[in-house]
C-alpha cells in the first residue's frame, strides 16, 4: 500500500526557514516523480514545485517560491525534501505531496487532479 507522510511544519516568523518532508511507502521514489502543494484556507490547492526522481532536481516550480527554496531526496529513506527559505505570511498553508500519474512531472506546471497518493498535510503558519 503506497502511503505518504508530510511532516516539518511549524509556526516560524517571517524571515524563518523550514524543512518539509514527504516520507514515503510502498513507492519506488528511484523511479517515481514527487510534487509538493499548498493549500491555504479559502484558497485553491497549488503546485509548489515537482521533484524529479532522475535527479532529485525541480522540474517545476511556482514564480512565489523562486529563489527561497531548496529540493532534495533520499532514496535510502524514501524521502523527499522541500526546503523554504525566507517565509513570507502568504506562504502560511497545509503543505502536500503526491505523485503525478501517469508519467513524470510536467514543466509547464502542476495540476492537482493529475496527481495521487496525497497525504494529510503539513500546516505552515508564518506569523511574528
Known amino acids: 500500500q503506497v502511503q505518504f507522510v508530510e511532516s516539518g511544519g511549524g509556526v516560524v516568523q517571517p524571515g524563518g526557514s523550514l524543512k518539509l518532508s514527504c516520507a514515503t511507502s510502498?513507492?519506488?521514489?528511484?523511479?517515481?516523480?514527487v510534487g509538493w502543494f499548498r493549500q491555504a484556507p479559502g484558497k485553491e490547492r497549488e503546485g509548489v514545485v515537482c521533484?524529479?526522481?532522475?535527479?532529485?532536481?525541480?522540474?517545476y516550480f511556482a514564480d512565489s517560491i523562486k529563489g527561497r527554496f531548496t529540493v532534495s531526496k533520499d532514496d535510502s529513506k524514501n524521502t523527499v525534501y522541500l526546503q523554504i527559505n525566507n517565509l513570507k505570511p502568504e506562504d502560511t498553508a497545509v503543505y502536500y505531496c503526491?505523485?503525478?500519474?501517469?508519467?513524470?512531472?510536467?514543466?509547464?506546471?502542476?495540476?492537482?487532479?493529475?496527481?495521487?497518493?496525497w497525504g494529510q498535510g503539513t500546516q505552515v503558519t508564518v506569523s511574528s
Open positions: 521533484v524529479r526522481y532522475t535527479d532529485g532536481r525541480p522540474a
Open positions: 510502498g513507492f519506488t521514489l528511484d523511479l517515481k516523480s
Open positions: 503526491a505523485t503525478p500519474f501517469p508519467a513524470g512531472c510536467d514543466p509547464w506546471g502542476m495540476t492537482p487532479h493529475q496527481y495521487g497518493y
